[in-house]
T-cell receptor, first 114, second 112 residues
Framework: AAGVIQSPRHLIKEKRETATLKCYPI?????VYWYQQGPGQDPQFLIS???????DKGSIPDRFSAQQFSDYHSELNMSSLELGDSALYFC?????????????FGPGTRLTVT | DAKTTQPNSMESNEEEPVHLPCNHS???????IHWYRQLPSQGPEYVIH???SNVNNRMASLAIAEDRKSSTLILHRATLRDAAVYYC?????????????FGKGTSLLVTP
């Protein structure tokens, strides 16, 4: 079965640079979520989209923005990168119209800021 | 938001049952109890969820206390592959989807 695809899997950037992370949800899933997991930390919710509209917002820095496109893929844009942004970024998708709301996670993008 | 409390870590022998507890004394009547786990170097994955009744699926069982203030995830026969961090998460019954508040989970160690 198709899973959530994230690209790139690894990314190395320098401080003050920008980065774009991409997420391709499971086909027919209508909701996308972004999570950040710092070293030794638990995943923290950043932002979510339902049917291309932002539906919920967590602890996402103002330097970050995200959107969901007409084909339901999503991109997380990160500007003015800081050392503390080094983390694993997970994307998850779900089918809101389903009964269980299970979220399916991608393998993550490991961002290293030097 | 209602909070959950789990032990930091637990240990089990391979092929033995594991009972992972979760306390959620401030749970509201419409909160669903979800369990996710995160294997090393992987994204979290859904395990099971329930509202009031006990639930079983191919991965695990979920036992929910009658007053719903606690629940227990049961792995019937632990394998080495079950070594992971297990998260108990309360999800409000909402039509707008939900964000997972992972909190501090239980790190399960399975020994051969």
């Amino acid at each position: 079965a198709a899973g959530v695809i994230q690209s790139p899997r690894h990314l190395i950037k320098e401080k003050r640079e920008t980065a774009t992370l991409k997420c391709y949800p499971i086909p027919r899933h209508d909701t996308v979520y972004w999570y950040q997991q710092g070293p030794g930390q638990d995943p923290q919710f950043l932002i979510s989209f339902y049917e291309k509209m932002q539906s919920d917002k967590g602890s996402i820095p103002d330097r970050f923005s995200a959107q969901q496109f007409s084909d339901y893929h999503s991109e997380l844009n990160m500007s003015s990168l800081e050392l503390g942004d080094s983390a694993l970024y997970f994307c998850a998708s779900s089918l809101k119209k389903g009964l269980t709301y299970e979220q399916y996670f991608g393998p993550g993008t490991r961002l290293t800021v030097t | 938001d209602a909070k959950t409390t789990q032990p930091n870590s637990m240990e089990s022998n391979e092929e033995e049952p594991v009972h992972l507890p979760c306390n959620h004394s401030t749970i509201s009547g419409t909160d669903y109890i979800h369990w996710y786990r995160q294997l090393p170097s992987q994204g979290p994955e859904y395990v099971i969820h329930g509202l009031t009744s006990n639930v079983n699926n191919r991965m695990a069982s979920l036992a929910i206390a009658e007053d719903r203030k606690s629940s227990t995830l049961i792995l019937h026969r632990a394998t080495l592959r079950d070594a992971a961090v297990y998260y108990c998460i309360l999800i409000p019954n909402s039509n707008s989807g939900y964000a997972l508040n992972f909190g501090k989970g239980t790190s399960l160690l399975v020994t051969p």
